[in-house]
């Protein structure tokens, strides 16, 4: 095995982040990572060893006068019987048995975030050669996460992994790491401005089947919803059930805001309900997010009885998830190299891939290509020659949308919180977690470390970081009233780390549906694969890997004109004898 290529993966957290902020001028600007320490902050030490204090899952405990943080991980739930998850189940399996290349394609693949490691797993599966290149010196692209000169991680992102995310439960599968999902109880638990410091929460019965556990969960929260309310947005959503997915797909031109006043929901379902889905699900506000994507959302938690049930990876994404993928498509003889930004798509005269140049000047060939970063990186490097193509000139309507990750490490062990995600329905951020709770290889029990998300975004990404903390403070002053104040005279910050993307996944607004691209393109021997292009997961982890799913599906189908035309490419080249 091959390791030379991620020998980096062990440099500093500090030089990693100079790394990156360095790569800016290359990506104008399209992914960024800003860090900054408190002087005087001092390690938040933890311990794997500890015991957690456990209880039946209630989340919250009162004891006299005093909170009491209790967590428990559950049983992974039952998901290997439900229709999504054997039709994944049934497209990995095509790969392996699929009939085997006499000559394995080289397919060259540019981004090691869930995209590339996906195409490239599966097309190990099937036989071939991926050679994936990453533009910088770390795994994962938008679960990139990073080691800080204490030893603490910081991530790109909150990430949760859903009941209804089959590709990707089916690939921890694959991979022998199921073990490495921390599943919390089945509740959505949302913050309650008007009332600081308390909390509603969405419980969903284990006894139910679907849909009738998420009726019931909506029927039992009084405090978020009144009942006429709650009549008026089933009545809304009427259409919805009824009309199907044809139904979803004819609401991609309606705003959130849009539909609801069209289908008489009253604005408080908005305020209530849709503000913090909305933020939570593509980091900007019901006024702007196409309405399909609430719809899907809701298809999906609302068909499954275990679809909306969450779990954190135990530890960074890098090491835990991306890292096994890699040693995966190691095994079988394909390559991962870091440090390896295209610089370049050089073309044959007929428009097709030549080669990629990299930054370094070095050219890589293939008898298959794959671009599997960021839409907005892709664009800027499209050929003049293409433009034009009305395959990749709709991707000017596909724009990525700003976010900022938010890590602070306090001098104290928070008590107002749950080992789960929370809604924080705050106007500046959307979710958020004690990552010292929630996550194994981040559990401390001395000290809280919340991870937030700061969204939207758009008008505080060229803030300072000082700024940003100085905001999240004042939010969190709502959320722990008796624990946190802005002025730190409550709990004192020991360390926080800001990390920006101002460009992440793409901004789902109306009408965008028409401009995603299929995996293959009209260039023969290219293709595409993000949570951008054409899957049903719109922007998500799991849309990613779906969409290397089908990448690579594309790619094993083509593999015969693939071999010929790499055949050709080589007799052409062939000087002919005299």
């Given at each position: ?447 809280s470390m919340l991870e937030l998300v700061f969204a939207p975004a758009e008008e505080w990404i060229g803030r300072s970081d000082n700024e940003i903390i100085e905001a999240t403070m004042q939010e969190l002053a709502k959320l722990f ?66 969409s290397g799913k089908l990448c690579a599906q594309s790619i094993v189908q083509d593999s015969k004109m693939l071999s010929r035309r790499s055949q050709k490419s080589l007799q052409a080249e062939v000087p002919v004898a005299s």
């Amino acid at each position: 095995m091959d390791t030379g290529c991620l020998s980096s993966m062990n440099i500093t957290g500090a030089n990693q982040v100079r790394s990156f902020v360095g790569q800016l001028h290359i990506q104008r600007g399209f992914t960024s990572s800003s860090v900054q320490t408190l002087k005087g902050s001092r390690r938040a030490s933890f311990s794997l060893k500890t015991p957690v204090l456990r209880n039946k899952g209630k989340g919250l405990r009162r004891g006299p006068g005093v909170l009491q943080v209790v967590c428990q991980d559950f049983p992974r739930p039952p998901l290997e019987s439900t229709i999504n998850y054997l039709e994944a189940g049934q497209l990995s399996s095509s790969f392996r048995s699929s009939e085997r290349p006499s000559k394995p394609l080289q397919v060259v693949i540019a981004g090691a975030g869930l995209a590339g490691l996906s195409t490239a797993k599966y097309l190990a599966d099937a036989g071939h050669k991926p050679i994936l290149l990453e533009a910088r010196d770390v795994l994962g692209g938008k679960i990139a996460a990073w080691k800080d000169e204490d030893g603490d991680w910081y991530e790109t992102g909150l990430h949760i992994f859903f009941g209804a995310y089959p590709n990707i439960q089916n690939l921890f599968g694959e991979l022998g790491i199921n073990d490495r999902l921390q599943w919390k109880e089945h509740s959505m638990i949302f913050a309650m401005p008007n009332k600081p410091g308390e909390y509603s929460r969405f419980d969903f019965p284990e006894t139910l089947p679907a849909p009738l556990n998420g009726v019931w969960a909506i029927l039992r929260n009084n405090e978020m919803l009144t009942w006429p309310e709650k009549v008026k947005f089933a009545i809304g959503l009427l259409p919805a059930m009824l009309g199907g997915q044809a139904y979803v797909e004819a609401q991609d031109g309606l705003t959130v805001s849009e539909w609801m006043e069209k289908q008489g929901v009253p604005d408080r379902v908005n305020d209530e309900v849709f503000i913090a889905m909305s933020k939570a699900l593509n980091f900007i506000n019901p006024d702007e997010l196409s309405m399909q994507c609430i719809l899907i959302a809701l298809n999906r938690f609302l068909q499954e009885k275990h679809g909306s049930k969450m779990a954190f990876l135990d530890g960074n994404p890098p090491e835990r998830l991306c890292m096994p993928i890699v040693n995966h498509i190691q095994s079988l003889g394909g390559e991962v190299r870091l440090n390896s930004r295209i610089q370049k798509i050089e073309l044959n005269p007929d428009r097709t891939v030549k080669h990629f140049v990299l930054s370094d000047g070095s050219n890589i060939t293939g008898d298959a290509y794959v671009f599997a970063a960021p839409v907005d990186i892709f664009k800027l490097l499209v050929p003049q020659e293409w433009k034009e193509i009305s395959y990749f000139k709709k991707l000017d309507k596909l724009v990525g949308v700003p976010v900022i990750n938010v890590h602070i490490w306090f001098d104290r062990k928070l008590k107002n919180t749950y080992d789960h995600l929370l809604f924080s329905r705050s106007s500046l951020l959307s979710v958020y977690a004690d990552m010292s709770v929630a996550c194994k290889e981040y559990y401390d029990p001395d000290r809280s470390m919340l991870e937030l998300v700061f969204a939207p975004a758009e008008e505080w990404i060229g803030r300072s970081d000082n700024e940003i903390i100085e905001a999240t403070m004042q939010e969190l002053a709502k959320l722990f009233p008796d624990e946190i104040a802005a002025d730190q005279s409550k709990a004192k910050i020991l360390k926080y780390h800001v990390v920006k993307t101002p460009r992440s996944v793409y901004k789902t607004v109306p009408d965008c549906e028409p401009c995603r691209p299929l995996q293959r393109s009209p260039i023969e021997g290219f293709y595409l694969a993000g949570d951008y292009t054409k899957q049903k997961y719109l922007a998500s982890m799991e849309g990613a890997v779906l969409s290397g799913k089908l990448c690579a599906q594309s790619i094993v189908q083509d593999s015969k004109m693939l071999s010929r035309r790499s055949q050709k490419s080589l007799q052409a080249e062939v000087p002919v004898a005299s």
